[in-house]
């Protein structure tokens, strides 16, 4: 079974650039498709992006389209979100998840979920 650890959130302001971290143990993660969804206060939890096994293929939100990028390491078990331009409705606790599927924007195609990392802007 895997499990997931974010890192990497704050407090910035608007404009500023992040990146958090999903690290992986407990299974070969290259196997996993992984994602990235955030839950904003009182929302429901959202697709953010998305990356195949390789990291030859990604997918985004189109609200973080051009902004964010998706990224992985799997010798070293970590997937990536660098995010820059931040605007204040990027506010929200992020996750990261993990599932044997195709790419997906469907929270259901992720079998495994990290505990989440707070990423708060201020305009």
């Known amino acids: 079974q895997v499990q997931l650890v974010e890192s990497g959130g704050g407090l910035v302001q608007a404009g500023d650039s992040l990146r958090l971290s999903c690290a992986a143990s407990?299974?070969?993660?290259?196997?996993?498709?992984v994602g990235w969804f955030r839950q904003a206060p009182g929302k429901e939890r959202g697709f953010v992006a998305t990356?195949?096994?390789?990291?030859?293929?990604?997918y985004y939100a189109d609200s973080v389209k051009g902004r964010f990028t998706i990224s992985r390491d799997n010798a070293k078990n970590t997937v990536y979100l660098q995010m820059n331009s931040l605007k204040p409705e990027d506010t929200a606790v992020y996750y990261c998840?993990?599932?044997?599927?195709?790419?997906?924007?469907?929270?259901?195609?992720?079998?495994?979920w990290g505990q989440g990392t707070q990423v708060t802007v201020s305009s």
């Open positions: 407990g299974g070969p993660f290259g196997r996993y498709t």
């Open positions: 990356i195949n096994l390789s990291g030859s293929s990604t």
């Open positions: 998840a993990a599932g044997k599927g195709p790419l997906s924007y469907y929270l259901d195609e992720y079998n495994y």
